[in-house]
């Protein structure tokens, strides 16, 4: 396994962050994400989750996990987390005849996929207003609906920078193939937009720790402040590695996969809530206004740790991976940490 980005791997993270850091720079939102994605279909980023043979380019999850980081980081709306995700699910999930039929049309600039969460017998669709077509997914199973309904009924959303639409999804088709491993594909690109979205609360809590004066001195210079962030960074760095590691089994080594996923997505996720979370801290009474941008960040974490399966699921999957699951508790093979020897 390589520890470092090659020179494409790094490229590519540098256009895309040139990308968002241009669309941010406009003082563009969610409001004009429609608009953001058109700009990203005309330069073929929506193609990379595609497979060659169906028109894409064909990318490996390492390279789409690096995308999704710095969309993360610059809390870019859910078309394209939505549409890799889809793109991945049913590359991975579909079978001979539902991968030919769906997959060349979200090559296309006007092809568009959005993912969804089974809900309460319906589903809920991530920012699926202008999506051809959705993939629903469930704890085992996972279905496209085509095409996604004109009329979009909008749901209650934490994450104030994306949409949610609550829809039927009776009529949806149920993809045939390998389901688990294509939801093990998906949760990679969401640990990786999450571990984004760690990187950059990070980075605001550095820059008000270093500019805010209190007695003199930066807040920063005083050890309460600057211990909480290196807490920050190591959080970051261990979250990236599980990722990037996650991203690289699925390309070379897929048979490991189901604990490399699982074990991303926990971290990514703890790392995304916590980082918010001290980040907030760091910044002390102006962290907590609405103007200030450092709750999207803890609204984003906590929307993405929910999405697709839960940090629960996850800790019991690695259990069960380990012999550490309920079953082995319960014959005394493992003793829970409460139990007096």
């Not at 001979?96 to 600039?109: C, D, I, M, S, V």
């Not at 004109?150 to 149920?174: I, K, P, Q």
């Not at 003199?216 to 990037?244: F, K, N, T, W």
Request: charged share 20%; with cysteine; aromatic share 4%.
């Amino acid at each position: 396994m390589r520890f470092d980005l090659n020179d494409e791997q790094r490229a590519i993270k540098d256009a895309i962050r040139e990308v968002c850091d241009a669309r941010a720079s406009r003082g563009e939102g969610a409001e004009t994400d429609g608009a953001f994605w058109s700009e990203l279909a005309k330069s073929g980023w929506t193609q990379m989750a595609v497979p060659q043979e169906f028109g894409g380019q064909g990318s490996g999850l390492l390279e789409l996990s690096l995308v999704l980081e710095e969309m993360g980081r610059a809390l870019v709306g859910g078309a394209y987390l939505g549409h890799a995700a889809a793109a991945v699910l049913i590359a991975a999930s579909g079978d001979e005849q539902q991968r030919p039929r769906w997959l060349p049309g979200l090559a296309t600039a006007d092809g568009r996929a959005a993912l969804g969460q089974a809900h309460n017998g319906g589903a809920l669709l991530v920012d699926a207003s202008g999506a051809a077509l959705a993939v629903i997914a469930g704890p085992e199973t996972a279905a496209v609906l085509d095409p996604v309904p004109g009329a979009l009924n909008e749901a209650a959303s934490l994450d104030v920078t994306r949409t949610l639409h609550r829809v039927e999804s009776a009529g949806a088709e149920r993809l045939r193939g390998d389901v688990d491993r294509g939801l093990d594909r998906a949760e990679v690109l969401l640990a990786a937009e999450l571990v984004g979205v760690a990187q950059r609360a990070m980075e605001l809590a550095v820059e008000h720790a270093s500019n805010r004066q209190q007695f003199g001195r930066p807040i920063g210079a005083y050890q309460a402040v600057s211990h909480r962030c290196a807490d920050m960074l190591v959080q970051v760095e261990s979250a990236r590695s599980a990722v990037l590691s996650a991203a690289w089994t699925a390309d070379h080594e897929p048979e490991q996969l189901p604990f490399a996923a699982s074990v991303a997505k926990v971290t990514a996720a703890s790392a995304a809530w916590q980082v918010a979370a001290a980040s907030l801290q760091v910044h002390g009474g102006m962290g907590f206004t609405w103007e200030y941008p450092i709750h999207r960040y803890l609204r984003r974490a906590a929307a993405g740790a929910r999405l697709l399966r839960s940090v629960d699921h996850h800790l019991d999957r690695i259990a069960d991976q380990n012999g550490l699951g309920a079953e082995a508790v319960a014959a005394g093979a493992v003793q829970p940490a409460y139990a007096v020897p």
